[in-house]
């Protein structure tokens, strides 16, 4: 049986570098029988964790706002593997993608974490102007220990500017066998 996965893709631009990226990957998860579903962030109405604790985990809606988030927290409880998606800004993930990935955390709060473990699984897939990947590295490995999700592997393309730098690269391909191979 496929396995469901939801990305999370936080570039600001549909047809950009990161989305090339996706778009391989999700080729490959769905060839293998998996089901795919994408939130492309920067369309999405997010606001930012207000720090407030007050998220209850299985609630429908754990989170005290009403945002677009809402449409997320059943996606990811439902998943057997997130794929978080970004471009390379100033050494880590963009805004979009760790705004909500912080939201996420009302899934871990008061009545019982329904983030943290539950045999969930996580990749990575990212494009970038250059190719030092280390930073945001070490921020993914350190966010996988924490949620206790196993790495499946990631895809780190740099050397990709401009809309379509990545056209004809072997991270699209590297992309499409790591969606194939889940």
């Known amino acids: 049986m496929g396995k469901q996965i939801v990305i999370l893709n936080g570039s600001p631009r549909r047809k950009g570098n990161t989305s090339a990226l996706v778009r391989a990957f999700t080729e490959g998860a769905e060839k293998a029988g998996h089901i795919v579903r994408e939130f492309f962030l920067s369309d999405m109405n997010i606001h ?15 989170c005290i706002q009403r945002d677009d988030m809402d449409q997320i927290y059943p996606a990811v409880r439902e998943s057997d593997v997130v794929v978080l998606a970004s471009p390379l800004y100033y050494w880590n993930l ?7 990935m912080d939201r996420l955390f009302a899934l871990e709060e008061n009545d019982g974490n329904l983030l943290r473990g539950h045999d969930r699984f996580g990749v990575l897939l990212m494009a970038a102007e250059g190719h030092d990947f280390e930073d ?32 004809g690269k072997p991270e699209l391909q590297q992309a499409y066998a790591l969606g194939q191979s889940i």
């Open 48 to 62: 930012g964790c207000k720090g407030c604790f007050s998220g209850h985990s299985t609630k429908e809606c754990p």
């Open 136 to 167: 945001v590295q070490a921020y993914y490995s350190h966010l996988m220990k924490h949620l206790r999700w196993t790495e499946l592997g990631h895809v780190l393309a740099g050397g990709n500017a401009d809309v379509g730098d990545i056209d």
């Open 94 to 100: 963009s805004g979009q993608l760790r705004t909500a």
